[in-house]
């Protein structure tokens, strides 16, 4: 009796300890598959925000011979009394409250409209999102052509009304820059959003819709009660995607436009840009882009909360 109870006694510390080792290689193995992202993580984001908290209070220039000096808040001082500082700040704005509601608006009819289930609606869905796999720089330049004095658009305005109503320079024209750029991207990026609004309507039960037109609900009622519940948190990831995005305008005014006419293109990204590479004021645009990620940051938390969802 003593030699049979004896046994399972001796196996239980090496049974454990086979545990203990297979969970030490698990971590190991996991460890090992996450390193290269948290290295990226690091060098990428942690290292350049570190560095451009850290340059923010300095006099550092690109190329300089003098080192770096610390001078406090002597650049945040400039900046908020920088005209043109405020001036893109507006204009990002701008940009961002007619682009955020206008692209999720319109991606949201598109998807709603390829979501049917007819013959050839995977044509329309690729037709939609080629724009998205197009370089944004090509696109830029492509419709830089198109918004010429004598480019297509004018010659189609042109056309419609028989010449009797011109075109405008569009990127030539402050009171037109702006729009022009805001059009062009939402038609650019909406084809991505469909995508993802899309993905959200087909996670919604079909039961749902059945039991809606059983009730005899109308289909604004049903997109009401039904459709618009359901994509709660496609609807919050939308939002702040687009939103990040809008904020981050560049490469369209960099390659359109060059932050003109009379600054009415110039947004934040695009002068921290110009003031750190082409101005090589290095420090100061450290200290715009310090500023950018706190706005950026502020706007998320704020659409984050106000989106959440509620008990």
Do not use: C
């Amino acid at each position: 009796m003593t030699t049979k109870t004896a046994a399972p006694q001796r196996l239980r510390p090496v049974r454990r300890t086979r545990t203990n080792n297979a969970r030490r290689r698990e971590s190991l193995t996991a460890l090992g598959m996450a390193t290269p992202a948290v290295v990226l993580l690091i060098v990428f984001l942690v290292v350049p925000v570190a560095l451009a908290f850290a340059l923010a209070f300095t006099d550092a220039r690109l190329i300089s011979p003098t080192p770096a000096r610390f001078v406090g808040l002597r650049n945040f001082t400039q900046l908020f009394t920088d005209p043109v500082f405020y001036k893109s700040l507006r204009n990002t704005i701008y940009f961002a409250v007619v682009v955020v509601p206008l692209q999720a608006g319109l991606a949201l009819v598109l998807a709603l409209l390829v979501n049917a289930k007819v013959r050839g609606i995977n044509f329309f869905r690729t037709v939609y999102f080629l724009p998205v796999v197009t370089s944004m720089v090509v696109v830029s330049l492509l419709w830089t052509f198109l918004y010429r004095q004598d480019g297509l658009v004018n010659n189609i305005i042109s056309t419609l009304t028989r010449g009797h109503f011109q075109g405008p320079d569009w990127l030539g024209d402050p009171a037109t820059a702006m729009p022009a750029i805001i059009l062009m991207s939402v038609w650019q990026g909406v084809g991505f959003h469909m995508i993802i609004w899309l993905a959200g309507l087909q996670t919604i039960p079909a039961e749902l819709y059945e039991a809606a037109e059983l009730d005899g609900a109308t289909t604004w009622q049903r997109f009401r009660h039904v459709t618009w519940p359901g994509l709660r948190s496609t609807r919050t990831f939308v939002l702040v995607t687009i939103t990040i995005a809008a904020f981050s305008l560049f490469t369209q005014i960099r390659v359109m436009t060059q932050g003109g006419p009379l600054d009415s293109t110039t947004t934040v990204v695009f002068q921290a840009v110009r003031t750190g590479y082409d101005q090589q004021q290095t420090a100061y645009a450290a200290a715009i882009s310090l500023i950018f990620f706190v706005l950026v940051l502020t706007v998320s938390l704020v659409q984050r909360f106000l989106t959440r969802e509620k008990d």
